[in-house]
């Protein structure tokens, strides 16, 4: 994360260039003092009609007197994340406010306080103050915002909420920036202590200080339960790191999971701090256990096994349980930092056992992959209902221009608690020391202004819907929040929320239309006859308008339209953006799919054209494909507001294409609303019937067409960045610029699969899964630390801590195997999308059947195996060591047959898998009915590849393959079956 002066531009933008700074003198701010409504201090945020006073410590860091008349300046500034590095906010300046007089007067070596009263100006946003004393230099003294007034009260269940920071920078001054803010929710660390820990009164004392400001200020806590720092509570007394071979401790993150000895008295100490906090008496609403703990390794202590998890995760359940009987307090259960984590620790046994304690799961960097899909989640009963969907740590909107876009369209995925910013883009909190006296400050940064807005004008509104379900723009629509002593919404305190462009925001393969091309001076117009409109931008600011229209740029920053409250204003202004002329948009978007008979059969090449526009379209569509003719080439079209049409292009003539690659290029030609170019490699997609022999000898697969997986490289998501942003991923290059190639075939017995991939980086193999030694991965009896001290396990304790990283049958991407899939089914385990919205718009349930084709290192054997990944009635797991197993399970499929062979510079892989696995896509074949495929290329030195990637019937999609948090194409391609 990049914040305060490490910014790019800061210097720019304040003019703090290293001549222009000074070395004369040091200036902190230490006491702040709002005139005005709040009538606050220690926080540097401005409602309207508000100013401040400003004390200024100045040091006098020469051996002369420093006599000085300066300013103290005030530039007006904002912030902008650059596509693609969501954690690097650019400063820039937008205008040099009024500045005001400052004199100095210090003696050398000396201080003084001076106070000052900036200029910070009428609009919201972000201020900074910057002191300039001539032939002194320049130096940077705090930043301001001024925002909207908030809603005030506290809220049970916060729909936002905004993380603490390190307890040595924190006090009250960061509840108080909450409640300025309107900032209703907080994560805050709990560390469990031991109650014999020498510091644990005085942990007590801090938790019980926190947590009366947060009542004092109306700010609700949800407390992330994770380990103290008294290691006396661990095995081995201490942090356990991952270890070398000869079981030598490494320099890693370590596990921090306490001793089961003590998970009695941790059960007692979650029951005693629910039981004192726990709303409605107090201000915590929930609990979760560990920040992060993925499996084997954490950037937050946790290194434990499964079974530890589960354990410790029911001893605080039956804490909560206990504080609710006891004190009738409201304190939901959960965790644990993302959806696969979820369903890997609590749910692989296909058991409902932690169903009852799951009251919400907390996820952390799901772009667009929101877990509110989950049929027994939606549809859990009892006092706390459905699984929530808590964001609790997605950093991805940490400059004020993507707030009001991330927000809405988080809780438009289906969640009811958002995260989206990093604290230290909104606020930095000091507690400078001066001699004996502390001095609590807590500066706001511009994104503060667009998160207050943002819980303005969204807040605790619930999402209602996309106002265009099949097009553009992105019309987030919220209905109003409950009038006075009603339970029912205020129909006309609605909120809507525009966006142009959604791959602004996100990976643009994990958005729809992401073909659909936007002019820099794209823009919606909405009539507003009776002025009963206004239209904010992301900072609160309201945007003027003339002639009796609105003007929305339509680009990649969200604005918010409100309505002046009058009866029947907000179906007004849902009516007028029914038919808002959009401009800039290309007309349509254009899908192909691939043909599924061979070119000598006539086979129909099919696009979807869908109208993005809220009006009727007509124009012309043309299309070629290679070298083959097409009747028709080209066609009239016209298309209703937001409608699909499949428009099918039959192959008249032409010869087969032995690489099986045939360029398309569509065109449709809208006249005056535009027109649009698509192109896209084609295939014919056909499953031969043919008997293979599996021996590594691809001669018998002469004449199958070639399916050429796409050069692309299947890119590291965003995801696995943030959740490991330790892990080393410098060796992951393209190695070779030739393409992967696959064969797929089928007789009574199997279904056949090959491929030839170009690979000089052979790797050495993997595990046999089937007879994984799952106690291998964890500690053993005796260790070495670093400096040589030698360490013994306690005989009576498990040995649960990883002594290195897992081995799963996917390869994470990290072995020279080959991952296949099919899509067959019509009904899915989960939903196909969230109320509101539609389907597709966030990762979806798209495989039913998935198989990792594996190599096995000649140290477990030799060979290869075959293993189940997913199939009807799994769990969704990645089948770590130690985890619990289900009725219906994955496992190596000992009926099938695979052989791999290396070359100095190509593997190649032939499989069969026989039907009795996979029933259902042989039902399909049986119909004569197309079926879904994709297959997974991985390789231990280079990206990934996939047959999907880039295909426009496809985008991101993390449910095609394991590992879920990696990035994969949707299973989308269809396949015709040869007779």
Same mark, same amino acid.
């Given at each position: ?44 945020? $401005?409602?309207?009609? /508000? ?59 000396? !201080? ?73 929710? &907080? ?23 926190? &947590? ?36 030598? &401790? ?24 629910? /039981? ?5 008496? =107090? ?42 009987? @006891? ?40 772009? #667009? ?12 009963? =009892? @006092? ?44 930095? @909190? ?41 097009? #553009? ?87 918010? $339209? ?14 007028? %953006? ?16 691939? %043909?599924?008979?061979?070119? !000598? ?7 979807? #054209? ?17 070298? #083959? ?50 192109? /896209? ?27 050429? $997986? ?23 290059? @393209? ?50 630390? %670093? ?50 919205? &539609? ?55 000992? !009926? ?55 295909? !426009? ?12 948090? /990696? ?13």
């Amino acid at each position: 994360m990049v914040t305060g002066s490490s910014m790019p531009g800061f210097a720019e933008a304040f003019n703090l260039s290293k001549q222009d700074q000074t070395t004369d003198y040091s200036v902190e701010e230490i006491a702040v003092t709002t005139v005005g409504a709040s009538g606050t201090n220690m926080v540097n945020v $401005l409602w309207p009609g /508000e100013e401040a006073d400003v004390t200024l410590h100045f040091i006098n860091k020469t051996s002369v007197r420093l006599s000085a008349t300066g300013i103290a300046a005030v530039v007006r500034y904002g912030t902008s994340v650059p596509e693609g590095d969501v954690w690097t906010p650019h400063i820039f300046k937008i205008s040099d406010e009024p500045p005001s007089a400052i004199k100095v007067d210090v003696p050398a070596g000396g !201080s003084q306080d001076v106070i000052v009263h900036p200029a910070i100006g009428i609009p919201f946003g972000g201020y900074a103050l910057i002191v300039h004393l001539p032939q002194h230099g320049a130096v940077f003294a705090g930043t301001f915002v001024r925002t909207v007034k908030p809603d005030m009260g506290r809220v049970q269940f916060p729909t936002y909420a905004l993380d603490t920071t390190w307890d040595e920078f924190m006090n009250e001054g960061v509840f108080t920036l909450f409640e300025k803010l309107g900032i209703k929710g &907080m994560r805050m660390g709990g560390p469990y202590q031991l109650k014999t820990a020498p510091h644990y009164a005085q942990d007590m004392d801090r938790l019980d200080r926190y &947590m009366q400001w947060a009542k004092q200020h109306d700010v609700t806590v949800m407390l992330t339960i994770g380990a103290g720092d008294d290691m006396r509570d661990q095995p081995l007394n201490r942090p356990r790191t991952w270890l070398s071979p000869e079981s030598k &401790m490494l320099d890693t993150k370590d596990d921090r999971a306490w001793s089961p000895e003590y998970d009695d008295e941790f059960q007692q100490w979650t029951q005693t701090i629910a /039981e004192k906090y726990g709303w409605p008496g =107090g201000n915590l609403n929930a609990v979760e256990l560990w920040n992060e703990p993925w499996e084997a390794v954490s950037i937050s202590g946790w290194g434990a096994d499964i079974p530890r998890y589960r354990d410790i995760f029911t001893h605080m359940a039956l804490g909560v349980e206990a504080a609710r009987k @006891s004190s009738g307090v409201k304190v939901l259960i959960g965790g644990t930092c993302s959806s696969s984590n979820t369903l890997d620790k609590l749910f692989p046994d296909g058991s409902d056992r932690f169903l009852k304690w799951l009251d919400f799961a907390s996820i952390h960097y799901q772009a #667009l992959a929101a877990p509110s899909l989950i049929r027994e989640w939606t549809t859990r009963e =009892g @006092s706390y209902g459905p699984v929530r969907i808590w964001d609790t740590e997605s950093w991805m909107a940490n400059s004020e221009d993507r707030v009001a876009g991330v927000i809405a369209s988080m809780r438009a995925q289906g969640q009811s608690r958002t995260a989206g910013i990093f604290d230290g883009n909104v606020y930095d @909190s000091k507690n400078v020391k001066i001699g004996s006296s502390v001095y609590p400050i807590v500066q706001a940064w511009s994104p503060a202004a667009a998160v207050a807005a943002t819980q303005k004008f969204i807040g605790q509104r619930e999402f209602h819907q996309l106002l265009f379900q099949n097009g #553009l723009p992105w019309v987030f629509v919220f209905d109003g929040l409950p009038k006075v002593d009603s339970e029912k919404s205020d129909r006309d305190d609605g909120t809507v929320v525009v966006m142009g462009d959604l791959t602004k925001l996100y990976e643009p393969a994990r958005t729809l239309f992401r073909s659909v091309a936007l002019r820099p001076d794209a823009k919606l117009t909405i009539q507003n006859p009776g002025n009963e409109f206004v239209l904010y931008d992301f900072y609160g600011n309201p945007v003027p308008f003339t002639g009796g229209a609105i003007t929305v740029p339509l680009n990649g920053l969200g604005y918010f $339209l409100r309505t002046n409250g009058a009866p029947g204003s907000f179906d007004n202004l849902l009516r007028e %953006l029914r038919t808002a002329k959009a401009s800039g948009y290309d007309p349509v978007e254009i899908v192909a799919r691939d %043909l599924t008979q061979p070119v !000598s059969q006539h086979p129909a090449l099919r696009l979807s #054209l869908t109208n993005v526009l809220n009006r009727s379209v007509k124009g012309r569509l043309t299309a070629t494909l290679g070298s #083959l003719t097409l009747n028709p080439a080209s066609t009239a079209v016209e298309l209703k507001p937001n409608e699909t049409r499949e428009i099918s292009l039959n192959v008249l003539d032409g010869q087969p294409d032995p690489t099986n690659l045939y360029a398309l290029k569509a065109t449709f030609d809208a006249g005056v609303d535009g027109s649009v170019t698509h192109s /896209e490699t084609m295939h014919v997609n056909t499953i031969v019937h043919r008997t293979i022999t599996v021996d590594g000898d691809l001669s018998d697969w002469a004449g199958v067409l070639p399916e050429q $997986l796409p050069a692309r490289d299947v890119d590291v998501s965003l995801t696995e960045k943030a959740w490991l942003p330790f892990k080393d991923r410098a060796n992951k290059s @393209s190695s070779t610029t030739a393409a992967s190639v696959a064969y797929v075939a089928y007789d009574e017995r199997y279904f056949y699969f090959a491929a030839e991939i170009p690979d000089t980086t052979p790797d050495p193999g993997m595990l046999r899964f089937a007879t994984r030694d799952d106690d291998s991965y964890f500690y053993p009896d005796r260790v070495t630390s %670093l400096d040589g001290k030698e360490f013994e396990w306690p005989k009576s304790v498990r040995h649960y801590s990883y002594r290195k990283n897992f081995d799963v049958p996917s390869g994470s991407s990290e072995h020279d195997n080959v991952q296949i899939a099919f899509n067959v089914l019509d009904r899915k385990p989960w939903l196909s999308h969230p109320p509101g919205v &539609m389907p597709r718009f966030i990762t979806y349930w798209d495989t039913d059947y998935e198989y990792a084709l594996n190599p096995v290192a000649s140290a477990y054997g030799g060979g290869t195996e075959i293993w189940r990944l997913q199939a009807p009635g799994i769990p969704r797991k990645h089948f770590f060591p130690r985890q619990p197993k289900s009725p219906i399970d994955g496992g190596p499929v000992k !009926s099938g047959k695979l052989v791999v062979r290396q070359t100095a510079d190509e593997r190649q892989v032939e499989a069969a898998i026989p039907w009795s696995e996979m029933p259902d896509v042989k039902r399909r074949f049986d119909a004569g009915e197309t079926v879904k495929f994709t297959c997974r290329v991985n390789d231990n030195k280079a990206p990934a590849h996939e047959l999907a990637a880039g295909r !426009s019937v496809s985008k991101y999609n993390g449910m095609t393959f394991h590992n879920d948090w /990696e990035t994969h194409w949707a299973n989308e391609l269809e396949f015709g079956v040869e007779r």
